[in-house]
């Protein structure tokens, strides 16, 4: 199934039901259902998306309620239409760096940022209401010592339980 950008990141609802595509060029998301049967993909009404920035690294919330990407230099999030699965973005959540990969522990409600420039880690907690992100104290953490004077740029980010 062809998408309108250049995907740059893939990620799958908990229910295994829907994929979606983060892309640049133009900046949006493509939004799939998946047939169970076959691993077919249909593209979801409306799909895509539009995102404001450039975006990369989705990842999606235990409740499969907010879809969340990072732009380069926040996280951008979006509000997933239960009955549809249509996306709608609801704006941004202001890091400390530049947020270039993300990784959520949707157990917890914690949402962790990489900025690849500063080498370190931002934790936002996740309001279970509302899905806004607040920056928790403390953050951002070094990933090492002396981190912010290295040009190391690493690019990846996971949490697994």
Same mark, same amino acid.
């Given at each position: 199934m062809?998408t309108?950008g250049?995907p740059n990141?893939?990620?799958?609802? *908990?229910?295994?039901?829907h994929? $979606?595509?983060?892309e640049s060029?133009?900046? !949006?998301?493509?939004?799939?259902?998946?047939n169970s049967s076959t691993g077919?993909?249909?593209?979801?009404?409306g799909?895509?998306?539009?995102?404001? $920035?450039?975006? *990369?690294s989705?990842?999606? +919330?235990? !409740? +499969?309620?907010?879809?969340?990407?990072?732009?380069?230099?926040?996280?951008?999030?979006?509000?997933?239409d239960a009955s549809?699965?249509?996306?709608? !973005?609801?704006?941004l959540? *202001?890091?400390?760096?530049?947020?270039?990969?993300l990784?959520? +522990?949707?157990?917890?409600?914690?949402? $962790?940022?990489?900025d690849n420039?500063?080498n370190?880690? !931002?934790?936002f907690s996740? +309001?279970?209401?509302?899905?806004?992100?607040?920056?928790?104290?403390?953050?951002?953490f070094?990933?090492f010592p002396?981190a912010?004077?290295?040009s190391l740029g690493?690019?990846?980010?996971s949490v697994q339980?």
């Open positions: 062809p309108g250049s990141g893939l990620v799958v609802d *908990h229910t295994a039901t994929l $979606y595509a983060a060029q133009p900046n !949006e998301v493509s939004g799939f259902s998946i077919a993909l249909t593209a979801i009404p799909s895509p998306f539009s995102a404001s $920035y450039p975006i *990369h989705p990842v999606i +919330d235990a !409740e +499969d309620k907010r879809l969340h990407v990072a732009n380069g230099t926040d996280v951008d999030c979006f509000l997933v549809s699965s249509a996306l709608t !973005e609801i704006g959540s *202001h890091t400390n760096g530049r947020a270039v990969a990784a959520l +522990d949707g157990p917890d409600n914690f949402l $962790y940022a990489l420039v500063g370190q880690i !931002e934790v996740i +309001d279970p209401t509302g899905g806004s992100l607040t920056l928790i104290t403390g953050s951002p070094a990933l002396g912010g004077s290295q690493p690019n990846a980010i339980h």
